[in-house]
């Protein structure tokens, strides 16, 4: 039923057709029509209300109009007592009038503005159309142009003339078998059973029947089986083609969708027209000029990211190592001085009695610690020197990287240009080949349908020489089985049986009159027969009841 309820979808340039849009507009009601009694089938099928509900409902409905007749009674002798009443009911009805114009005139306004927006659009889509066209025949001669207008010609009749008729008598017969369905009485099991049983029947005699056929055309010619399978095979293909036609049709229609969408959005943002040879190629060179400087400027910051990564990882070794030697300088105040303020007031003497030597120890850890820094200051120093070397030689060789980076991109460039132009003859060159194929086909097509229609004109100038022979044979017996004496025979015995039948119906029309009055008398004397007896039949029960004698009167 999915496939049924959708609709086929018909370009616009096919609709330019009157017959072609009338049959779609057709097509498209009867669609409507099948949905609507596809829907009230659905809805009858869910339907479970009994006989006590539809009879409730029926009663309650009854009620409702009895009282919606009382209610419209009341108001009418409410009216009926107001001085204006007259005047009142024609205010009414040219007010309601009034309402309905306005309704229409919406209505009317709304359908003109749709289509108005859907005549712009065709408006734009053909101009689009046109343009395309206009630029297409440009690197296009005059017979590809004719053979590709005489094959979107042949598609269109295709479609107009084949495809769109069949479905249309297939949505007719699904439309009229389910209004049958609808029209037929509630079906009962046993129906159902009855009706499966009566397809099965016919199933087997179908079955029977195209065995029987198949045995028959086995000892048939041979070429039209030939011939039949070839026309099926050609219908077949010209169903797929005409399928992937439309699919095609719809792919095209949503691009043109989209391409329009894309058109607005670049109104949207300002671009009102898009770039089309010079501008686009000065576009190009702008953007390939910007793109060298950009990879300039970006190897200039990798080459300062990459001094400062170096820069970086000195600061971190030195922020270490002075974290080395402050935990060694805070180990060595706690080790020999900070160990608490109550022993440090009690062995206050003793520390003073040792700062000599304390401070001795200190001059010691601080030119052990300016030794150090010393030879980390030499160490930087000998890293550095040995890493400017390095980092010389890595400048050419990212610069040489850029320029090898630039290289590939333009080699890239090249490639994708011949690549699509190779591309594109390849596009000719199939179609072409596609085209001599088509071309071929068709004409193979032609020769088996000549030669076919040749075996039969062989055929039937056959039966006309065994027909004159015949006719020229001087024998009487051999020239009645000639097929013109044999049509003079039936051609006589139908004129016999219609002066027959001309005269039975003369027969038959001057009786008809007599006839009619004796049938007219038969009748009064039925029905006087019957007064008779009637009159006897009550007289002979009041005798019963009097206790009289039977007398018979006529």
Same mark, same amino acid.
């Given at each position: 039923v999915s496939t049924q309820s959708t609709g086929i979808e018909i370009p616009e340039e096919i609709l330019q057709d009157d017959e072609v849009e009338r049959t779609y507009q057709e097509y498209l009601e009867l669609l409507e029509e099948f949905k609507t009694v596809h829907k009230a089938t659905d809805q009858l099928k869910s339907n479970k209300y009994t006989a006590a509900d539809i009879k409730r409902d029926i009663s309650q409905m009854e009620q409702e109009h009895g009282q919606l007749v009382k209610t419209i009674e009341r108001k009418k002798n409410r009216i009926e007592s107001m001085a204006n009443m007259t005047e009142l009911l024609g205010a009414a009805r040219s007010l309601r009038r009034e309402q309905e114009r306005s309704n229409g005139m919406v209505e009317q306004r709304a359908t003109i503005s749709a289509a108005i927006q859907a005549a712009d659009a065709k408006v734009q889509r053909l101009m689009g159309q046109l343009k395309e066209m206009k630029m297409a025949s440009q690197n296009m001669s005059v017979d590809k142009l004719l053979s590709r207008l005489e094959e979107e010609h042949k598609s269109c009749l295709y479609l107009v003339e084949e495809k769109l008729p069949k479905e249309i008598a297939n949505k007719r017969k699904a439309c009229n078998s389910l209004q049958k369905v609808l029209l037929e009485p509630a079906m009962s099991e046993d129906d159902v059973e009855e009706l499966v049983d009566r397809s099965s029947e016919l199933q087997t005699e179908l079955n029977e029947l195209h065995q029987q056929r198949m045995a028959k055309s086995d000892n048939a010619d041979e070429k039209l089986v030939m011939f039949r399978k070839q026309a099926l095979m050609i219908s077949r293909k010209k169903e797929a083609l005409a399928e992937e036609l439309k699919e095609c049709m719809a792919e095209y229609n949503d691009a043109e969708t989209e391409l329009a969408r894309? $058109?607005?959005? *670049?109104?949207? /943002?300002?671009?009102?027209?898009?770039?089309?040879?010079?501008?686009?190629?000065?576009?190009?060179?702008?953007? $390939?000029?910007?793109?060298? /400087?950009?990879?300039?400027?970006?190897?200039?910051?990798?080459?300062?990211?990459?001094?400062?990564? %170096?820069?970086? $990882?000195?600061?971190?070794?030195?922020?270490?190592?002075?974290?080395?030697?402050?935990?060694?300088?805070?180990?060595?105040?706690?080790?020999?001085?900070?160990?608490?303020?109550?022993?440090? @007031?009690?062995?206050?003497?003793?520390?003073?009695?040792?700062?000599?030597? %304390?401070?001795?120890?200190? =001059?010691?850890? #601080?030119?052990?610690?300016?030794?150090?820094?010393?030879?980390?200051?030499? *160490?930087?120093? &000998? +890293?550095?020197?040995?890493?400017?070397?390095?980092?010389?030689?890595?400048?050419? #060789?990212?610069?040489?990287?850029?320029?090898? &980076?630039?290289?590939?991109? @333009?080699? +890239?460039?090249?490639?994708?240009?011949?690549?699509?132009? #190779? =591309?594109?003859? #390849?596009? /000719?060159?199939?179609?072409?080949?596609?085209? *001599? $194929?088509?071309?071929?086909?068709?004409?193979?097509?032609?020769?088996?349908?000549?030669?076919?229609?040749?075996?039969?004109?062989?055929?039937?100038?056959? +039966?006309?020489?065994?027909?004159?022979? /015949?006719y020229k044979n001087p024998d009487p017996a051999a020239r009645k089985q000639s097929l013109r004496e044999q049509y003079n025979r039936k051609i006589l015995e139908q004129d016999n049986l219609g002066k027959a039948l001309r005269a039975k119906q003369k027969t038959v029309r001057e009786q008809h009159v007599p006839n009619v009055a004796q049938m007219a008398m038969w009748r009064d004397l039925t029905s006087l027969l019957a007064c008779k007896t009637n009159i006897l039949s009550k007289q002979q029960q009041k005798e019963l009841d009097t206790g009289g004698e039977n007398i018979l009167i006529l």
């Amino acid at each position: 039923v999915s496939t049924q309820s959708t609709g086929i979808e018909i370009p616009e340039e096919i609709l330019q057709d009157d017959e072609v849009e009338r049959t779609y507009q057709e097509y498209l009601e009867l669609l409507e029509e099948f949905k609507t009694v596809h829907k009230a089938t659905d809805q009858l099928k869910s339907n479970k209300y009994t006989a006590a509900d539809i009879k409730r409902d029926i009663s309650q409905m009854e009620q409702e109009h009895g009282q919606l007749v009382k209610t419209i009674e009341r108001k009418k002798n409410r009216i009926e007592s107001m001085a204006n009443m007259t005047e009142l009911l024609g205010a009414a009805r040219s007010l309601r009038r009034e309402q309905e114009r306005s309704n229409g005139m919406v209505e009317q306004r709304a359908t003109i503005s749709a289509a108005i927006q859907a005549a712009d659009a065709k408006v734009q889509r053909l101009m689009g159309q046109l343009k395309e066209m206009k630029m297409a025949s440009q690197n296009m001669s005059v017979d590809k142009l004719l053979s590709r207008l005489e094959e979107e010609h042949k598609s269109c009749l295709y479609l107009v003339e084949e495809k769109l008729p069949k479905e249309i008598a297939n949505k007719r017969k699904a439309c009229n078998s389910l209004q049958k369905v609808l029209l037929e009485p509630a079906m009962s099991e046993d129906d159902v059973e009855e009706l499966v049983d009566r397809s099965s029947e016919l199933q087997t005699e179908l079955n029977e029947l195209h065995q029987q056929r198949m045995a028959k055309s086995d000892n048939a010619d041979e070429k039209l089986v030939m011939f039949r399978k070839q026309a099926l095979m050609i219908s077949r293909k010209k169903e797929a083609l005409a399928e992937e036609l439309k699919e095609c049709m719809a792919e095209y229609n949503d691009a043109e969708t989209e391409l329009a969408r894309k $058109r607005q959005e *670049m109104k949207s /943002v300002g671009a009102e027209t898009v770039m089309t040879g010079p501008e686009l190629k000065k576009y190009i060179a702008d953007i $390939r000029q910007k793109s060298t /400087v950009y990879k300039a400027r970006r190897a200039e910051i990798a080459d300062l990211r990459a001094e400062v990564g %170096v820069l970086a $990882r000195t600061a971190d070794i030195l922020q270490h190592q002075y974290g080395d030697v402050k935990k060694l300088i805070a180990q060595t105040e706690k080790d020999k001085g900070i160990a608490g303020f109550t022993d440090a @007031q009690d062995e206050l003497e003793k520390i003073s009695s040792q700062k000599g030597a %304390v401070d001795e120890a200190k =001059g010691k850890i #601080l030119e052990d610690m300016s030794d150090m820094s010393d030879k980390l200051n030499e *160490m930087i120093a &000998e +890293k550095k020197a040995a890493l400017a070397p390095i980092i010389k030689e890595l400048r050419p #060789l990212r610069a040489k990287c850029s320029e090898l &980076e630039q290289l590939h991109s @333009q080699r +890239k460039t090249d490639y994708d240009s011949l690549s699509a132009r #190779l =591309g594109s003859n #390849l596009h /000719v060159l199939e179609q072409e080949v596609k085209e *001599m $194929r088509e071309t071929a086909q068709a004409e193979e097509s032609q020769y088996h349908f000549l030669m076919h229609s040749k075996q039969l004109l062989e055929l039937e100038q056959q +039966k006309v020489e065994e027909e004159l022979a /015949v006719y020229k044979n001087p024998d009487p017996a051999a020239r009645k089985q000639s097929l013109r004496e044999q049509y003079n025979r039936k051609i006589l015995e139908q004129d016999n049986l219609g002066k027959a039948l001309r005269a039975k119906q003369k027969t038959v029309r001057e009786q008809h009159v007599p006839n009619v009055a004796q049938m007219a008398m038969w009748r009064d004397l039925t029905s006087l027969l019957a007064c008779k007896t009637n009159i006897l039949s009550k007289q002979q029960q009041k005798e019963l009841d009097t206790g009289g004698e039977n007398i018979l009167i006529l």
